[in-house]
């Protein structure tokens, strides 16, 4: 008895090598060009944050769109760069002078040193440490050249990608609509999502640090820190590592105070630090959350350090966008496909019977 044999549709076939093209070329792509994809995140953060006022300008301004994107991209290189700029210029002109002359920064950590040894048996000029301090320096300096070279490249990559989504402002998003796999209510959750979490980090993040800054440098101001600007700088800049946040900055100064038998300004600088610089993370979050993204504060925490190991700086922004969005997906598998596994259930259940 010849038993008859199920062929494979053709169209079958061809999906499956079609998918499979697709994914090679991806992951050809993925490999080349990885060192641009911060580059083409910054763009897409960008573009949400630019596409309303581009869309402002062209449609209700009149504006021609080479114009209007022209304008856009030259305001944020603006706003981007002169805050760096400034902050720079402002660590070069404090910390120039105590690099040419050492002697108080070594008195410092002389400082440092004695009173961890006497206190603590801790040995910070120990052999061993200063091994480990010239190794990381460096392995630091190495890093820092690359960063920059690579910050360059993907800052031309981000602009020169933002300029012709703004040219074709409108488009990514109708394209991303179709794209995505999932109802059209679904695929408005995705976008609502991307929006409002690329919008709540890249103006919440910035401000919380910069709130952060100045209430640090208030306190340093009041309890003997010197070069309060300075140090007001770094704590803002310290609030974007996770975990450590600030600490990086205002423990070492308490820990300084108290080396120096300033031990007044010692407890009121920690407190400071613990109390009022910390709980000023807290208040100004919760007033933003108001207007931004709720955020939980364990997918910021766990997105950024996700984020920057996988996508460095941008990683800020686009860590805690991926965790989010993976629940948000989890979120749409139920709501597409769960009622169909029901369905089929019945269905089998009603065959068997």
């Known amino acids: 008895m010849s038993k008859h044999i199920e062929q494979i549709p053709p169209n079958k ?29 910054g763009a897409i953060a960008l573009y949400v944050l630019l596409r309303k006022p581009m869309l402002y300008l062209v449609f209700q301004k009149k504006w021609k769109h080479w114009i209007a994107a022209l304008t856009l991209v030259l305001l944020s290189l603006l706003v981007i760069i002169y805050p760096f700029a400034w902050i720079i210029n402002i660590l070069i002109d404090r910390i120039a002078p105590h690099l040419k002359d050492t002697t108080q920064l070594q008195a410092s950590l002389g400082q440092i040193d004695t009173y961890l040894h006497d206190r603590y048996g801790f040995d910070l000029f120990s052999l061993s440490n200063i091994e480990k301090v010239s190794s990381m320096a460096t392995a630091v ?34 394209w991303l609509l179709k794209a995505l796999p999932v109802k059209r209510e679904n695929a408005d959750s995705v976008l609502r999502e991307i929006r409002e979490m690329i919008m ?63 031990t ?17 993370d807290n208040v100004f979050r919760f007033i933003l959350q108001k207007y931004l993204a709720d955020i939980h504060p364990l997918i910021t925490v766990f997105g950024v350090i996700f984020g920057l190991n996988l996508f460095g700086f941008m990683g800020i922004i686009f860590g805690p966008l991926i965790i989010s969005l993976f629940l948000l997906l989890v979120r749409i598998y139920l709501d597409e496909f769960e009622h169909l596994e029901d369905v089929d259930g019945g269905g089998g259940a009603n065959t068997v019977e």
């Open 13 to 41: 076939i061809r999906q499956v090598l079609l998918l499979g093209v697709l994914l090679l070329l991806a992951w050809v792509l993925w490999t080349e060009m990885y060192f641009m994809f911060t580059g083409f995140l």
């Open 264 to 280: 007044s300004n010692g407890i009121w600088l920690a407190l400071w630090g613990l109390l009022i610089i910390g709980g000023s």
């Open 141 to 174: 300096g190495g890093v820092i050249v690359s960063t920059t070279l690579n910050t360059i490249t993907n800052l031309f990559v981000t602009y020169f990608v933002l300029w012709f989504m703004l040219m074709k402002v409108g488009h990514f998003q109708r």
């Open 200 to 262: 709540s980090n890249s103006i919440g993040i910035p401000v919380l640090g910069a709130v952060q800054g100045i209430v640090a440098m208030i306190g340093y101001s009041m309890f003997g820190v010197e070069e309060p600007i300075l140090w007001g700088i770094i704590t803002g800049i310290a609030s974007v590592i996770p975990i450590i946040g600030t600490m990086a900055a205002w423990v070492p100064l308490t820990v300084l105070a108290f080396a120096r038998g300033d």
